[in-house]
């Protein structure tokens, strides 16, 4: 599968801005399950300064500086991703691990790779309390499989979580989404990851986009589909497994990988500083648009 993916990210201000710096993690990166063909990036006005580097968690990052007076700010990524599905292997191993054992072992390689250790330690963001952590046990009963009670926390979280936009902002404590049992993706990838971290496994935040299909007999309206989050747990014989609690799915084709870290605040996918006194407007736009599709049985007969 391939897919055509357009952000768009328009700051309108009521005063001029004489000054902004910004660092923006909006090009989606390069992972088992997908490749990056070709990614294009248009800031308006042009920067005076613009830096590309891979930050610590390795993802693709621009910094730009913009050092003349403006009233709107335009970042606009275009990426052409080929897109293909690796399902999680379950071997023997991994079917007779349970949740205990995965976090032994990985207690015991977390001593020689910091890239687990990284995500087994809460954040801000992340900080489980007695709730959240019981509510943790209610998946991660003792014995159960280590990759079963991942996907059993997935399903728990979508049935007994509501999704309400509106009702959450990026500062809205997970405590408070764990108590009011609402909120949208960004809110159940971070509760997700406050429970997997309560019981000692490593978990990561995942950033990118999900494709949303039009109503069947209707056209798909540009700008529509939005940016995503989920999350992805290290399991011993498995490696980084991903969930989608939003959708109660282990993601596939229709998930697209930016980036990740340890929450949101690592991969937000634009933020700076401005020098400007008044209000602004943010406006979204995201597209994905299948391309080209790749049809297995006929590529067995070529």
């Not at 000054?19 to 006005?45: F, G, M, S, W, Y």
């Amino acid at each position: 599968m391939q897919y055509t993916v357009q952000h768009t990210t328009l700051y309108t201000y009521d005063q001029p801005v004489g000054l902004c710096h910004n660092v923006a993690k909006l090009l989606p990166r390069n992972t088992a399950e997908q490749i990056v063909i070709e990614c294009d990036v248009q800031i308006l006005p042009q920067p005076a300064m613009l830096h590309a580097y891979e930050d610590f968690f390795g993802n693709q990052t621009r910094y730009f500086a913009i050092q003349q007076p403006h009233k709107s700010l335009q970042v606009t990524v275009t990426s052409i991703i080929e897109k293909k599905v690796l399902p999680p292997i379950l071997s023997p191993a991994a079917l007779a691990m349970s949740w205990e054992e995965a976090q032994a072992q990985v207690a015991v390689q977390m001593n020689q790779e910091v890239a687990i250790a990284q995500y087994v330690l809460p954040t801000p963001a992340t900080q489980a309390n007695s709730e959240i952590a019981q509510f943790a046990r209610m998946a991660f009963t003792p014995g159960k499989n280590a990759y079963q009670a991942c996907k059993d926390l997935m399903e728990l979280i979508f049935t007994q979580c509501t999704f309400q936009p509106g009702f959450s902002t990026i500062s809205t404590p997970v405590w408070l989404v764990m108590k009011e049992r609402k909120g949208v993706c960004q809110d159940f990838a971070h509760l997700a990851i406050a429970c997997i971290r309560s019981v000692g496994l490593p978990v990561r935040y995942v950033s990118g986009y999900i494709e949303t299909l039009p109503p069947k007999g209707k056209p798909k309206l540009v700008g529509v589909d939005a940016s995503h989050a989920w999350f992805s747990v290290y399991l011993p014989h498995m490696g980084w497994v991903d969930f989608d609690p939003t959708n109660n799915q282990v993601p596939g084709y229709q998930h697209l990988t930016v980036g990740w870290g340890r929450d949101y605040f690592d991969v937000a996918p634009l933020k700076g500083v401005i020098q400007n006194s008044g209000p602004h407007q943010l406006t979204v736009s995201v597209d994905v648009r299948r391309t080209n599709l790749y049809h297995p049985v006929a590529a067995m007969e070529q």
